[in-house]
């Protein structure tokens, strides 16, 4: 993984826009990227430093039950979405995509969701 982060992060055009780690019991990455295009572009693209290490996981690791991979990927929408932090850092999805901090006329889940509308139809 650290090869692969290192590498995207020197590649702005592969999409990845941010990513999280947490290292415990089970080990966490959840990223973000532009489009699941990028994704899964990246993912299958022979000269990334991801196509081949995953497949020699698949080779010599899976279904040996040495290791387990989780993963899920989402796809949301301009607007589709909100995410709302107090007494936190930026965090999540926030931290790839920016945050607006709550004030007048943006207090409740609606006033919010309304303004992102918008703000999209004046794009």
């Known amino acids: 993984m650290?090869?692969?982060l290192a590498h995207l992060a020197k590649t702005p055009e592969a999409g990845l826009l941010g990513y999280q780690q947490w290292f415990g019991r089970n080990t966490i990455m959840a990223s973000y990227w532009k489009s699941p295009e990028h994704l899964?572009?990246?993912?299958?693209?022979?000269?990334?430093?991801?196509?081949?290490?995953?497949?020699?996981?698949?080779?010599e690791s899976a279904g040996t039950?040495?290791?387990?991979?989780?993963?899920?990927?989402?796809?949301?929408?301009?607007?589709g979405r909100e995410s709302v932090y107090?007494?936190?850092?930026?965090?999540?999805?926030?931290a790839p995509a920016g945050h607006v901090p709550v004030g007048a006329g943006l207090n409740t889940a609606r006033q919010r969701l309304q303004a992102d509308a918008?703000?999209?139809?004046?794009?």
């Open 2 to 4: 650290p090869r692969m």
């Open 40 to 59: 899964q572009r990246f993912a299958a693209d022979r000269s990334s430093p991801h196509l081949e290490p995953w497949r020699r996981f698949m080779r």
């Open 65 to 79: 039950g040495d290791v387990g991979v989780w993963h899920e990927t989402y796809e949301t929408v301009p607007g």
């Open 86 to 94: 107090s007494d936190m850092p930026v965090f999540g999805p926030a």
């Open 118 to 123: 918008v703000g999209r139809q004046q794009v």
